[in-house]
């Protein structure tokens, strides 16, 4: 976890601020780690790195007002590494150098992340961990890929170089915005959220993989070929395969239910201008907005497939013009900063609602992982609630280095869980050390719930 100090309003930036942890398992006495449930962890060394750029001073970065609003979410990326084939030389300080090397030109250019690698107070793990099998895993806040680009070359291209320019956002004057925004948010506060309980007990962790093949297949079945229609994205596929799923657990129970998707507006936001259309790609701060279709139960169960996937290709098309919608949203932040909101849907209120994310191209290149000893084995990107929310998601990720296998990270009822790990012909399928490419001994990694 890097982080920094500051307000909910901005943040004090210093440019001498990370701390990384270079645990051995092997060692007695060590600390316990997630409740001691799974493993121990002994920290045996701790450096400070520095910004290889001494002429960065302490200033500060005010939040958008975008920024403000994903306060009740921590994401994180999730990364597992094979050990390296036999032959190579290899050892767990050359892992930790890699890291370690990269970091002051890195935060060169991401000084704003400048701040103390430690131990994440959610899950007692630090930020970096050797198994005794030989392999390693990696959590950080995002950016792998410069991290990465720089380890490896030592320069950042052009294209990686990040924008924090915080005036692409601002609000206007006076600020304007539809009726529906006091509607899609809510404050974030105890009488709002269920109780802990509730929140607690309603939901089991599942880490899936969809085979390419199996994928295909479902791309094929969601899709209109009668009619000349568009054929369905992977994510459309999987996304009306799950509202279909969802729509038969709930049965007679509600009349309604929902799906919301995670949309990425710097691919959306249409630009005449190729310098802004540029600077949307490397935006470094949040630029997502939160989507939702809603239908009849009946509805859903009795539409095919296809039809599933156009009515929900509506639901995201059909949204207010993204960057209206952006604006929108800064301009209603900025006459309610007195109060942290989230978004109205997730809270667990009114028909159930699962939520889908597709991060499927953050894992895609094959060296985006790489920091010069091969691709990760499986990077996923998690999310950590700091709010009682009690709705449904899934995060869908490709394999690195494999656009046609997907994982699929899920956090959903039991009687979900259950009915996708029964339907045939089997979609979601189980991770294990074999489909990862990994060996008997790396068995560790899976008890480990990584």
């Given at each position: 976890?890097?982080?920094?100090?500051?307000?909910?309003?901005?943040?004090?930036?210093?440019?001498?601020?990370v701390?990384?942890?270079?645990?051995?398992?092997q060692e007695?006495?060590?600390?316990?780690?997630?409740?001691?449930?799974?493993?121990?962890?002994?920290v045996?060394?701790?450096?400070?790195v520095?910004?290889?750029?001494?002429?960065?001073?302490?200033h500060?970065?005010?939040?958008?007002n975008?920024?403000l609003?994903?306060?009740?979410?921590?994401?994180?990326?999730?990364?597992?590494?094979?050990?390296?084939?036999?032959?190579?030389?290899?050892?767990?300080?050359?892992?930790?150098?890699?890291f370690?090397?990269?970091?002051p030109?890195?935060?060169?250019?991401?000084?704003?992340?400048?701040?103390?690698?430690a131990?994440?107070?959610?899950?007692?793990?630090?930020?970096?961990v050797?198994?005794?099998?030989?392999?390693?895993?990696?959590?950080?806040?995002?950016?792998?890929?410069?991290?990465?680009?720089?380890?490896r070359?030592?320069?950042l291209?052009?294209?990686?170089?990040?924008n924090?320019?915080?005036s692409?956002?601002?609000?206007?004057s006076?600020?304007?915005y539809?009726?529906?925004?006091?509607?899609?948010?809510?404050?974030?506060?105890?009488?709002?959220?269920?109780?802990?309980?509730?929140?607690?007990?309603?939901?089991?962790?599942?880490?899936?993989?969809?085979?390419?093949?199996?994928?295909e297949?479902?791309?094929?079945?969601?899709?209109?070929r009668?009619?000349?229609?568009?054929?369905?994205?992977?994510?459309?596929?999987l996304?009306?395969?799950?509202?279909?799923?969802?729509?038969?657990l709930?049965?007679?129970?509600?009349?309604?239910?929902?799906?919301?998707?995670r949309?990425?507006?710097?691919?959306r936001?249409?630009?005449?201008d190729?310098?802004?259309?540029?600077?949307?790609?490397?935006?470094v701060?949040?630029?997502?907005?939160?989507?939702?279709g809603?239908?009849?139960?009946?509805?859903?169960?009795?539409?095919?497939?296809?039809?599933?996937?156009?009515?929900?290709?509506?639901?995201?098309?059909?949204a207010?013009?993204?960057?209206?919608?952006?604006?929108?949203?800064v301009?209603?932040?900025e006459?309610?900063?007195?109060?942290r909101?989230?978004?109205?849907?997730?809270?667990?209120?009114?028909s159930?609602?699962?939520?889908?994310?597709?991060l499927?191209?953050?894992t895609?290149?094959?060296?985006i992982?790489d920091?010069?000893?091969?691709?990760?084995?499986m990077?996923?990107?998690?999310?950590?609630?700091?709010?009682?929310?009690c709705?449904g998601?899934?995060?869908?990720?490709?394999r690195?280095?494999?656009?046609?296998t997907?994982?699929?990270?899920?956090?959903?009822?039991?009687?979900?869980?259950a009915?996708?790990e029964?339907?045939?012909?089997?979609?979601?399928?189980p991770?294990?050390?074999?489909?990862l490419?990994l060996s008997?001994?790396?068995l560790?990694?899976?008890?480990?719930?990584?």
């Amino acid at each position: 976890m890097l982080t920094v100090t500051g307000s909910s309003a901005q943040l004090a930036l210093r440019s001498s601020a990370v701390l990384l942890l270079s645990p051995d398992l092997q060692e007695e006495g060590m600390a316990s780690v997630n409740g001691g449930r799974d493993l121990q962890v002994r920290v045996v060394s701790r450096r400070l790195v520095k910004a290889a750029d001494s002429s960065i001073k302490p200033h500060v970065l005010h939040l958008s007002n975008l920024d403000l609003l994903m306060q009740n979410i921590r994401s994180t990326a999730f990364c597992i590494y094979p050990k390296p084939s036999t032959g190579v030389s290899f050892d767990f300080d050359a892992v930790v150098h890699a890291f370690e090397s990269g970091l002051p030109s890195f935060l060169n250019h991401f000084f704003p992340f400048a701040g103390r690698i430690a131990t994440n107070p959610s899950s007692g793990l630090p930020e970096v961990v050797s198994f005794a099998c030989g392999g390693f895993t990696v959590a950080w806040c995002s950016l792998v890929g410069a991290w990465s680009e720089l380890a490896r070359s030592g320069t950042l291209a052009a294209g990686s170089q990040p924008n924090l320019d915080r005036s692409v956002f601002r609000p206007r004057s006076p600020p304007a915005y539809g009726a529906s925004l006091d509607e899609a948010f809510t404050p974030l506060d105890g009488k709002h959220q269920v109780n802990a309980l509730t929140a607690n007990q309603s939901f089991v962790e599942r880490l899936y993989y969809i085979d390419a093949s199996d994928l295909e297949r479902l791309c094929a079945a969601a899709s209109r070929r009668e009619d000349g229609g568009p054929r369905a994205t992977r994510v459309q596929a999987l996304s009306a395969y799950l509202w279909k799923a969802l729509a038969g657990l709930v049965g007679a129970a509600d009349e309604h239910c929902r799906m919301g998707w995670r949309v990425d507006g710097r691919e959306r936001i249409a630009s005449d201008d190729p310098k802004r259309r540029a600077a949307m790609r490397s935006y470094v701060g949040n630029l997502i907005t939160y989507v939702v279709g809603e239908a009849s139960v009946r509805e859903v169960m009795r539409m095919p497939l296809p039809e599933v996937a156009a009515m929900l290709r509506e639901a995201i098309n059909a949204a207010p013009a993204y960057e209206e919608r952006f604006q929108e949203v800064v301009d209603w932040v900025e006459e309610h900063k007195s109060q942290r909101y989230v978004e109205t849907a997730i809270l667990g209120l009114g028909s159930p609602i699962l939520s889908v994310t597709a991060l499927a191209s953050f894992t895609s290149r094959n060296d985006i992982t790489d920091f010069g000893f091969g691709h990760a084995a499986m990077a996923v990107p998690t999310a950590t609630a700091t709010a009682r929310l009690c709705s449904g998601y899934v995060q869908v990720f490709s394999r690195p280095g494999d656009d046609g296998t997907w994982f699929v990270n899920a956090l959903v009822w039991p009687q979900l869980a259950a009915a996708l790990e029964a339907d045939e012909p089997r979609v979601l399928r189980p991770v294990t050390a074999e489909c990862l490419g990994l060996s008997s001994a790396s068995l560790q990694v899976q008890r480990c719930r990584l």
